[in-house]
Every structure is written in structure tokens, then in C-alpha cells.
């Protein structure tokens, strides 16, 4: 299985502010297609998750400006460029470059100082 | 509009058969690309992806549970069926179903509310 690991667990943020999230994953998510399927989801609480971006660096339709994907081969990166209120929640990566086996990231929690 | 639904018991006893029952609208899972897969997240805990059954009928499970589950499709009544053999009170978990589209996103793009499914004698 692919594992994904993600830093920080946990993001006490200032309004306004930025926030950064990275993925890493144990092997290459680099498809024999040359398409990398690394996507984030967004669960924010008691909500189911919802995808942000997907293919690295794709937002999802509806998703605000303020969310950008970037990375490449085994290293990923979430950023949020100012963090609203709205913006408080989980957020996973997961990959789908292996489909014997589809793996999400343990979680990153972003919530307001 | 995009909308799926998970549904089926909130309760279950250890060793049963879990079937669950995801019924969408808005799509169809005839088209080619479209999947609808199942991920399950205990209280307080991460997502795992469990199955995924493509518009052609092929699947895939999880690796670690591959033994246990079966997904199904009936595409006249735009619903997706997924069984879990053999529960166990660390099954304890919200199912969500969510739609899969390899030729875009190839992502689960779409997601149901869940279902909070509890194993316990």
C-alpha cells in the first residue's frame, strides 16, 4: 500500500493569515499515464468531506481562489492563502494513482487561535 | 443536480452481514469514467476507502478487507450495494458513498451525507 503521511497534525491559525499543509507520500504518485492523482478533500465538522483539488494542483468547481495544490513525484503541499472562519476543519490528501488500493492521509486539523 | 444517499442499519451484532445501499441521482453509472466507491470513517478517526465499482462492472477493493466486502451495481435503479461479511465492533464507522469519475478528476468528487453504523452485541 501507498501511505501518506501529513505535517502539521494539527493548525492553529490566525484569521486572515496563511495556512500550509504537506502530504508525503511512501512512493512516487506518478501514474504510468504521467498523470499524478493527488487530490485534497476539505471535511469541515459533522460535514462529509468534500474535494478541494484534485490531480495536484486542480481546484474543484466552487472551490475559492484562496486554496492552491502544488507538488510533484512523492511531496505535496496544501496552502490556504488567508484563512477564513469557514476554512476550519480537516483536511486529507489521498491518492488514487494506485487503484489496487486508494490511501488517504491521517488528517490535518486547521482551526482558529 | 449530484446527489447521493447512503442507507441501511444503524446497528448491527458482531459476526453479521452489513449490507448497505447507496442510491444516487444526477449521473449515471452507465457513462464511461463513472465509478461509485464506498470510504468509512470510525468516530474521531481518518478515511479509509473500502470499494469501488466502475461504470463496466469492474471493481477493486481494499487490500485489507478485499476478503471481506462485495460492491455491486444496479444502474436501473441507480444504486450501488455494498456488503461487509464478519462485523466487528472496530467496523463501528460512518459509510459514505461517493461518486468516482476517471476521465475527469479521477476523484471521488461527489459525496452522500453517511451512515453511522454501529457493531455491538
Known amino acids: 500500500d501507498i501511505v501518506l503521511t501529513q505535517t502539521p497534525r494539527s493548525s492553529p491559525v490566525t484569521l486572515g493569515q496563511p495556512a500550509s499543509i504537506s502530504c508525503r507520500s511512501s512512493?512516487?504518485?506518478?501514474?504510468?499515464?504521467?498523470?499524478?492523482?493527488l487530490s485534497w478533500l476539505q471535511q469541515r465538522p459533522g460535514q462529509p468531506p468534500r474535494l478541494l483539488i484534485y490531480?495536484?494542483?486542480n481546484r474543484f468547481s466552487g472551490v475559492p481562489d484562496r486554496f492552491s495544490g502544488s507538488g510533484a513525484g512523492t511531496d505535496f503541499t496544501l496552502e490556504i492563502s488567508r484563512v477564513e472562519a469557514e476554512d476550519v476543519g480537516v483536511y486529507y490528501c489521498?491518492?488514487?494513482?494506485?487503484?489496487?488500493?486508494?490511501?488517504f492521509g491521517p488528517g490535518t486539523r486547521v482551526d482558529i487561535k | 443536480q449530484i446527489t447521493l444517499k447512503e442507507s441501511g442499519p444503524t446497528l448491527v451484532k458482531p459476526t453479521q452481514t452489513l449490507t448497505l445501499t447507496c442510491t444516487f441521482s444526477g449521473f449515471s453509472l452507465s457513462t464511461h469514467g463513472v465509478g461509485v466507491g464506498w470510504i468509512r470513517q470510525p468516530p474521531g478517526g481518518a478515511l479509509e476507502w473500502l470499494a469501488l465499482i466502475y461504470w463496466d462492472t469492474d471493481k477493486r477493493y481494499s487490500p485489507s478487507l478485499g476478503s471481506r466486502l462485495a460492491i455491486t451495481k444496479d444502474p436501473s435503479e441507480n444504486e450501488v450495494v455494498l456488503t461487509m461479511t464478519n462485523m466487528d465492533p472496530v467496523d463501528t464507522a460512518t459509510y459514505y458513498c461517493a461518486r468516482y469519475v476517471a476521465t475527469t478528476t479521477a476523484d471521488f468528487d461527489y459525496w452522500g451525507q453517511g451512515t453511522l453504523v454501529t457493531v455491538s452485541s
Open positions: 490531480k495536484i494542483s
Open positions: 512512493q512516487s504518485l506518478v501514474h504510468s499515464d504521467g498523470n499524478t492523482y
Open positions: 489521498m491518492q488514487t494513482t494506485q487503484t489496487l488500493g486508494f490511501t
